[in-house]
């Protein structure tokens, strides 16, 4: 029995690492007859859906309903009824955070109803068909595509609100975006957070441990303290998990980068392990090896520090 209940989220974490483009093949091989969705009011217009995949946000109000990610095809007919216990109007728009398929397989089904906008990033792998890993290409089928893409930010006007589409690079991916809900005061970070979890980082997507951390700073130097948080995968959350998970990406980090440093290798690294206080992180589908692999390849794309002269002290050139 424990295995038939891991089975479900077990798929759902294959479809984040290999992203949208086996989705189809997912389809095949899982059942998704236990999967129920479930709807949170997280505060003023916006609800939250989770079901299996990445968290869905809906904000709903006499304009009709926006959704931000819309998790896999299969379970479109649940994700629209749970919509419908919210508000009864129409879907007009779908967000996607990013590109990979447990946040944008419902696309091939809520694209005919709805526009999609995205980043340009995700429209162009869902074209290329891009996987993590050197996989086999697979292309999003033409619906699934983003109809209104943009580079930096995007604000959408809808149901009183300013909802305001922001891309922050070199992060999960190269193409995540936050969406901030500014009357509802309410942010759906995408993959950007796995609360109180090691978070994937696709690192073969433009995505960096680095830039996570600068993002997530970012994101809190914009918000308020009682801002409601959605995260990409884990329950609702606040600044603080936010500041709890920049704390958890630097300090390992800096395990990492020292170890790095002292010449040790990543199995001699992953052999010593992190610090005990960051064992509980590691109970998400990114374990305590796989995250100093990750940390490891992704502190190879920074640049070795210049050694500073001391203070008073004059550079030479060689002259």
């Given at each position: 029995?424990?295995?038939?209940?891991?089975?479900?989220?077990?798929?759902?974490?294959?479809?984040?690492?290999?992203?949208?483009?086996?989705?189809?093949?997912?389809?095949?091989?899982?059942?998704?007859?236990?999967?129920?969705?479930?709807?949170?009011?997280?505060?003023?217009?916006?609800?939250?859906?989770?079901?299996?995949?990445?968290?869905?946000?809906?904000?709903?109000?006499?304009?009709?309903?926006?959704?931000?990610?819309?998790?896999?095809?299969?379970?479109?007919?649940?994700?629209?009824?749970?919509?419908?216990?919210?508000?009864?109007?129409?879907?007009?728009?779908?967000?996607?955070?990013?590109?990979?398929?447990?946040?944008?397989?419902?696309?091939?089904?809520?694209?005919?109803?709805?526009?999609?906008?995205?980043?340009?990033?995700?429209?162009?792998?869902?074209?290329?068909?891009?996987?993590?890993?050197?996989?086999?290409?697979?292309?999003?089928?033409?619906?699934?595509?983003?109809?209104?893409?943009?580079?930096?930010?995007?604000?959408?006007?809808?149901?009183?609100?300013?909802v305001e589409v922001i891309h922050f690079p070199r992060g999960h991916t190269d193409g995540d975006s936050v969406?901030?809900?500014?009357?509802?005061?309410?942010?759906?970070?995408?993959?950007?957070?796995?609360?109180?979890?090691?978070?994937?980082?696709?690192?073969?997507?433009?995505?960096?441990?680095?830039?996570?951390?600068?993002?997530?700073?970012?994101?809190?130097?914009?918000?308020?303290?009682?801002?409601?948080?959605?995260?990409?995968?884990?329950?609702?959350?606040?600044?603080?998990?936010?500041?709890?998970s920049v704390e958890m990406l630097e300090a390992t980090l800096d395990v990492v980068r020292q170890a790095r440093?002292?010449?040790?290798?990543?199995?001699?690294?992953?052999?010593?392990?992190?610090?005990?206080?960051?064992?509980?992180?590691?109970?998400?589908?990114?374990?305590?090896?796989?995250?100093?692999?990750?940390?490891?390849?992704?502190?190879?794309?920074?640049?070795?520090?210049?050694?500073?002269?001391?203070?008073?002290?004059?550079?030479?050139?060689?002259?």
């Open positions: 029995m424990k295995h038939a209940r891991l089975a479900a989220p077990y798929l759902a974490v294959v479809a984040v690492v290999l992203g949208a483009g086996l989705i189809h093949r997912l389809h095949a091989q899982r059942n998704f007859d236990d999967v129920t969705i479930t709807a949170t009011h997280v505060a003023g217009r916006v609800h939250m859906l989770v079901g299996s995949g990445g968290n869905i946000g809906v904000q709903a109000g006499d304009d009709g309903l926006l959704m931000v990610d819309d998790q896999f095809a299969p379970l479109a007919d649940r994700i629209r009824a749970a919509m419908k216990t919210i508000h009864a109007g129409e879907l007009a728009f779908v967000l996607n955070t990013h590109y990979h398929g447990d946040h944008v397989g419902g696309n091939e089904v809520f694209g005919k109803e709805a526009t999609v906008v995205a980043h340009e990033n995700v429209r162009k792998r869902l074209v290329s068909g891009h996987q993590p890993f050197g996989r086999e290409p697979q292309p999003a089928a033409p619906a699934a595509l983003p109809v209104v893409t943009f580079n930096e930010s995007v604000t959408l006007h809808f149901n009183g609100e300013a969406v901030f809900f500014t009357g509802s005061n309410v942010v759906h970070m995408g993959d950007h957070l796995f609360l109180g979890m090691f978070p994937f980082v696709d690192l073969d997507a433009g995505g960096t441990v680095q830039g996570m951390a600068a993002n997530l700073k970012a994101v809190l130097a914009r918000i308020r303290p009682d801002t409601k948080i959605i995260p990409g995968h884990g329950p609702l959350g606040s600044p603080d998990d936010l500041r709890r440093g002292a010449g040790k290798s990543l199995e001699e690294i992953q052999k010593a392990g992190l610090p005990a206080r960051w064992d509980e992180w590691g109970k998400g589908f990114i374990k305590a090896d796989r995250w100093i692999e990750t940390l490891h390849r992704s502190l190879e794309t920074e640049a070795p520090a210049v050694p500073q002269a001391p203070a008073g002290v004059r550079r030479s050139d060689g002259d």
